[in-house]
């Protein structure tokens, strides 16, 4: 990253020590909840729309980029670290230059819309976005003039919630603690009803609607829903998957290696390793984003009629769509 520090223009070194101190110190000390802004959709401590408004209106993608576009925890880290593999594990100096770029940067709703010029920058294969925006807030004419590809990660609910409840415990939430009950049932009727600042939502709105937005482009060439629990069931098959929808030619040993790298115990060992310095390891430090990734542990913690109540909510919210959740 020094050579490429060197060409960049002052504006966009100041932002990325700016970035890196944020991470640095945690998200504990980034601004809490904000009230509703662009299009009516509240963002959250590091998102804003500025940034947002600035992607959809002015922002022109690099020809064949990456979107990641998730829901939180509906499996956004996992993956994404497989794309950055796919993409970049069998090029070590490109992998070894998005391992210097802040997080944030990849982040569409992340920082400050000038972060964006950074990718003029760099001399990648291909660029890979990071967003939790719903569908509205992406220019979808600009993703396909660009031959931009989206994935959108599915999660079946319940165990996004359950997920969504440990995450949201952590020190990492605190600007917006007061808005998270930390009691469950309470805290899963008020996520039932919308109530929390889950970046990027409007208020009322949530996981359904995020499904929602996105379903009208499933038939689209440049969509690829991508089932979490298929992903758990058979990573190799899926990762199969993503690389045909990428056109990304990888032979079954990097489809292989691209598996183990990304594996649950190899993830969350990276997570825990005290002499990582990486930017996207001191995220995944604080917010210990690699938890338990497991499929059915919403049985552990949904009581019978939680469970009845949020099928009836998904199931009045996703009438006339074809959506269908995983469970085990």
């Known amino acids: 990253m020094e050579g490429i520090m060197s060409k960049l223009p002052e504006h966009l070194k100041v932002l990325i ?42 922002y022109d993608f690099p020809d064949n980029s990456i979107i990641l576009s998730s829901f939180p925890k509906t499996g956004t880290n996992w993956i994404a670290e497989i794309l950055k593999q796919m993409i970049f594990g069998f090029d ?18 992340g920082a400050k819309g000038e972060k964006l010029e950074l990718w003029n920058y760099l001399s990648l294969p291909r660029t890979p976005f990071l967003t939790h925006l719903p569908a509205p807030l992406l220019n979808f004419e600009k993703i396909k ?16 919630a359950v997920s969504w409840y440990h995450f949201s415990k952590g020190p990492g939430f605190a600007p917006i603690r007061e808005h998270l009950n930390a009691e469950w049932s309470q805290f899963l009727s008020d996520y039932v009803d919308g109530k929390q600042p ?17 379903n009208e482009y499933k038939d689209d060439p440049n969509v690829l829903f991508v089932h979490f629990e298929n992903l758990k069931k058979d990573p190799t098959n899926e990762i199969r998957r993503m690389a045909k929808f990428l056109a990304i030619d990888l032979n079954e ?15 969350k060992k990276t997570q825990e390793d005290s002499t990582s310095d990486s930017d996207m390891n001191a995220v995944r430090k604080s917010m210990n984003l690699i938890r338990k990734g497991q499929v059915g542990s919403w049985k552990d913690t949904f009581t019978v009629a939680q469970s009845e109540m949020m099928d009836d909510m998904m199931s009045k919210k996703l009438s006339g769509t074809d959506i269908e959740f995983i469970y085990q």
């Open 198 to 214: 889950v970046p990027v939502t409007k208020p009322g709105e949530g996981y359904a609607e995020f499904l929602l937005g996105w």
């Open 17 to 58: 020590a700016e970035m890196k101190g944020v991470m640095a110190k945690g998200l504990a000390a980034t601004p809490g909840y904000k009230e509703p802004g662009w299009k009516g959709y509240r963002f959250s401590m590091l998102f804003n729309s500025d940034a947002t408004k600035k992607v959809y209106e002015e």
């Open 253 to 267: 040993e990097q489809i292989s290696v691209v598996r183990e790298r990304t594996s649950f115990d190899t993830m």
């Open 145 to 160: 003039r660009s031959h931009t590809k989206v994935i959108i990660p599915i999660r079946n609910p319940k165990d996004q």
């Open 92 to 109: 070590e100096k490109a992998m070894a230059m998005m391992k210097d770029i802040p997080h944030l940067f990849s982040m569409l709703e």
